[in-house]
């Protein structure tokens, strides 16, 4: 049972253009949302996160959506630069019932094409 | 600042044996976690820690063990290494529960022959 979902293994977007990259999510008791960036050989590194009672966060070129009534949230990076070509995955906790823990998606492969 | 760091980067062993992935952090974190990722699969949490000496199962705990004797360090055992647990192991930890990003180690690529 895929809790959270990103639908699209591969995304492909050309310098300086907006990327877009979403994920669903089934469980209502997810309350915080992150989004990390893996490189080849690294461990995941964080890049932004959101908490259920925001719609929205900023951080310089990445902003994250998050729509609660469809369950949905997506990464949006403006400008993309050829440095974001990484794999990223969505996460997602339940922190009043099960604390810290993470539950990933399967993570979609940005590459960025000069 | 070395954050989390995960010895070995890369090991072979045969079915049946066993070995122990190390996982130490530096920042004095609270929680700590082992993850394992599958080829196209997300992450998935095989045990946790909330501090030294407390232990608790993930999603898939089944053929590993872990302990948590100092605030610094949370080792992983294989007792009897299957091929059915190779994967690229993370550990992550942080500092509380909330909002608190999780820091990930650079992985340890296991593969069980």
């Known amino acids: 049972d895929q809790q959270v979902k990103q639908n699209s293994p591969s995304l492909s977007v050309q310098e300086g253009r907006i990327s877009i990259l979403n994920c669903d999510y089934t469980n209502s008791m997810f309350d915080y949302f992150l989004w990390y960036k893996k490189y080849p050989a690294e461990g995941p590194t964080f890049l932004i996160s959101?908490?259920?009672?925001?719609d929205k966060n900023e951080d310089g070129r990445f902003t994250v959506f998050l729509n609660k009534s469809a369950k949905h949230l997506s990464l949006h990076i403006v400008p993309s630069q050829p440095g974001d070509s990484a794999v990223y995955f969505c996460a997602a906790s339940a922190r009043q019932s099960s604390g810290d823990k993470l539950t990933f998606g399967t993570g979609t492969r940005l590459a960025v094409r000069p | 600042n070395a954050g989390v760091t995960q010895t070995p980067k890369f090991r072979i062993l045969k079915i049946g044996q066993s070995m122990t992935l190390q996982c130490t952090q530096d920042m004095n974190h609270n929680y700590m976690y082992w993850y394992r990722q599958d080829p196209g699969m997300g992450l998935k949490l095989i045990y946790y820690?909330?501090?030294?000496?407390?232990?608790d199962k993930g999603e898939v705990p089944n053929g590993y063990n872990v302990s948590r004797s100092t605030t610094e360090d949370f080792p992983l055992r294989l007792e009897l290494a299957a091929p059915s647990q190779t994967s690229v192991y993370f550990c992550a930890s942080s500092y509380l529960a909330g909002n608190q990003p999780q820091h990930f180690g650079d992985g340890t690529r296991l593969s069980i022959l």
């Open positions: 959101i908490s259920s009672i925001k």
């Open positions: 820690s909330v501090g030294a000496g407390i232990t």
